[in-house]
């Protein structure tokens, strides 16, 4: 079965009918993030050496401006999922990798540290106020990540903190959802459309082992120039694209849709 194919079947079997839910109540599409990974489609990106589909932005943009047009939140959760999944994909472990294409790992990205509500900049990205401390094989990160997609649903986050040994740059962490000290506050922050469970997520500090480390210690700043913000601008072009039309018939023009989200 295609991507496109199986696209239109969890759209139509699995997202349409919880969206109004998960828009007016808030409530985190939880059916359709499982629909979407029994049928590959979490997997699209990942490589076919480890299950995945094999395929690029092009076809994960398809699926997020697709998506958008039945259920924003849903289209949100896959947009932080395709760009944490493209780091993972460079620099993740192969379990990991195994684990997203067979369906059964949500990724997300927990990169920003300031609650302005801009969009994504490459400042507000690549000066982390996040610390870590290495003791033996153990890191230490201690920070607050604001406007987290899929907060306390995910199954892991890309994690940015300062450098292990170098005064500049940042580096980048696979952080397992449910390793301890993680505290994710009851209700969202407000950010993100209503459903995506954008929140705040502290960590005071999270344990993770050395190896969680994704890329070169400081190397950061040339992941998030050279794939996180590519991949997340990308997405949300098509996202809004995609929902502009349904916006425009509510009496909301784009660029409010925007500065709410």
Same mark, same amino acid.
């Given at each position: 079965?295609?991507?496109? *194919?199986? =696209?239109?079947?969890?759209?139509?079997?699995?997202? @349409?009918?919880? $969206?109004?839910a998960?828009g *007016?109540? +808030?409530?985190?599409?939880?059916?359709? #993030?499982t629909a979407?990974?029994?049928?590959g489609l979490?997997?699209?990106?990942?490589?076919?050496?480890?299950?995945?589909a094999? /395929?690029g932005?092009?076809?994960?943009?398809e699926?997020?401006?697709?998506?958008?047009?039945?259920?924003? !939140?849903?289209?949100?959760?896959?947009?932080?999922?395709?760009t944490? #999944? @493209?780091v993972?994909e460079l620099?993740?472990s192969?379990?990991?990798? +195994?684990?997203?294409a067979?369906?059964r790992? /949500?990724?997300? /990205?927990? =990169?920003?540290e300031? %609650?302005?509500?801009?969009?994504?900049?490459?400042?507000r990205?690549?000066?982390p106020?996040?610390?870590?401390v290495?003791?033996?094989?153990?890191?230490?990160?201690?920070?607050r990540?604001?406007? #987290?997609?899929?907060a306390?649903?995910?199954d892991?986050?890309?994690?940015?903190s300062r450098p292990l040994g170098?005064?500049?740059? =940042?580096?980048?962490?696979?952080?397992?959802?449910?390793?301890p000290?993680?505290?994710?506050?009851?209700?969202? %922050?407000?950010a993100?459309?209503?459903g995506?469970?954008?929140?705040?997520?502290?960590?005071d500090?999270v344990? #993770?082992p050395?190896e969680a480390?994704l890329g070169p210690?400081g190397g950061?700043?040339?992941?998030?120039?050279?794939?996180? =913000?590519?991949? /997340?601008?990308?997405?949300?072009?098509?996202?809004?694209? $995609?929902?502009?039309?349904?916006?425009? !018939?509510?009496?909301?023009?784009?660029?409010?849709?925007?500065?709410?989200?």
């Amino acid at each position: 079965m295609s991507y496109r *194919t199986a =696209l239109a079947e969890v759209l139509t079997r699995a997202v @349409a009918p919880c $969206a109004q839910a998960t828009g *007016t109540e +808030g409530r985190f599409p939880r059916g359709a #993030v499982t629909a979407f990974g029994a049928t590959g489609l979490l997997g699209l990106t990942v490589s076919t050496e480890f299950g995945g589909a094999g /395929l690029g932005l092009p076809e994960a943009a398809e699926v997020v401006a697709r998506t958008a047009r039945v259920c924003p !939140a849903t289209a949100e959760v896959l947009r932080s999922h395709y760009t944490a #999944v @493209a780091v993972i994909e460079l620099y993740g472990s192969p379990w990991v990798r +195994g684990e997203i294409a067979a369906g059964r790992h /949500l990724g997300s /990205l927990a =990169l920003a540290e300031d %609650d302005t509500g801009e969009q994504e900049t490459e400042a507000r990205l690549l000066r982390p106020r996040c610390t870590a401390v290495r003791s033996g094989g153990v890191v230490a990160l201690r920070a607050r990540k604001h406007r #987290v997609v899929a907060a306390g649903e995910a199954d892991s986050y890309v994690w940015s903190s300062r450098p292990l040994g170098t005064p500049d740059g =940042l580096s980048l962490w696979g952080v397992p959802a449910h390793a301890p000290d993680l505290f994710v506050p009851a209700r969202p %922050d407000g950010a993100g459309p209503p459903g995506s469970a954008t929140s705040t997520v502290l960590a005071d500090p999270v344990l #993770v082992p050395a190896e969680a480390r994704l890329g070169p210690d400081g190397g950061g700043h040339d992941i998030v120039l050279r794939t996180v =913000l590519p991949w /997340l601008l990308e997405l949300r072009t098509t996202a809004d694209g $995609a929902q502009a039309p349904h916006l425009m !018939a509510a009496g909301v023009r784009p660029a409010e849709s925007l500065a709410a989200s």
